[in-house]
């Protein structure tokens, strides 16, 4: 049996903070380069175009499985939500991982999630840090783990 290629993943990043948008894309090119998968990035303004970003990619037949033009095995989101005085954060939070699920689940598209939803700017660091174990990382793992599944069930 041949080797397969390494799987090649579509990092799309929210850049509303900057910062920790750095910080989680540290940790996931770690855990990237770890699984020796690779990788290209694209930045959004924050987390509500990540859905949008990945629809396009969709459409496109960049992702789904069986497309002709398919280029990316995986994606990966990645951004941070923090909690403000309005309910605004609830609105951002709750609409990007509703529709990510949606895109990803209808379109068969393995998918880690790592928005961060959090209460403030400790809580968020406290989850970005950590390199490959942050929840850059995590991401990183659920998506190639659906990956593997996706080449257990279609591609046999």
């Known amino acids: 049996m041949a080797a397969s290629k390494p799987p090649h993943v579509l990092m799309i990043e929210a850049?509303?903070?900057a910062d920790l948008?750095?910080?989680?894309?540290?940790?996931?090119?770690?855990?990237l380069d770890e699984a020796g998968a690779t990788y290209e990035r694209i930045e959004v303004p924050g987390a509500l175009e990540i859905p949008t970003a990945l629809a396009m990619a969709c459409d496109a037949g960049l992702i789904?499985?069986?497309a002709s033009r398919?280029?990316?095995?995986?994606?990966v989101a990645?951004?941070?939500?923090?909690?403000?005085?309005t309910?605004?954060?609830d609105i951002v939070a709750g609409e990007s991982t509703r529709w990510l699920m949606q895109i990803a689940t209808s379109h068969h598209v393995p998918l880690g999630n790592g928005i961060l939803t959090v209460e403030n700017s400790g809580q968020a660091w406290e989850r970005a840090r950590g390199g490959?174990?942050?929840k850059g990382g995590d991401a990183v793992r659920a998506c190639l783990r659906l990956i593997e599944i996706m080449?257990?069930?279609y591609e046999r």
């Not at 948008?21 to 855990?31: H, I, N, P, T």
């Not at 990645?78 to 005085?85: A, F, M, P, Q, W």
């Open 15 to 17: 850049r509303f903070y």
């Open 21 to 31: 948008a750095d910080e989680l894309v540290r940790g996931a090119v770690a855990a």
């Open 132 to 134: 490959s174990a942050g």
């Open 151 to 153: 080449t257990m069930f």
């Open 87 to 89: 309910s605004h954060y």
């Open 70 to 75: 398919r280029r990316f095995q995986g994606c």
């Open 78 to 85: 990645l951004g941070c939500v923090i909690r403000g005085e």
């Open 64 to 66: 789904p499985h069986g």
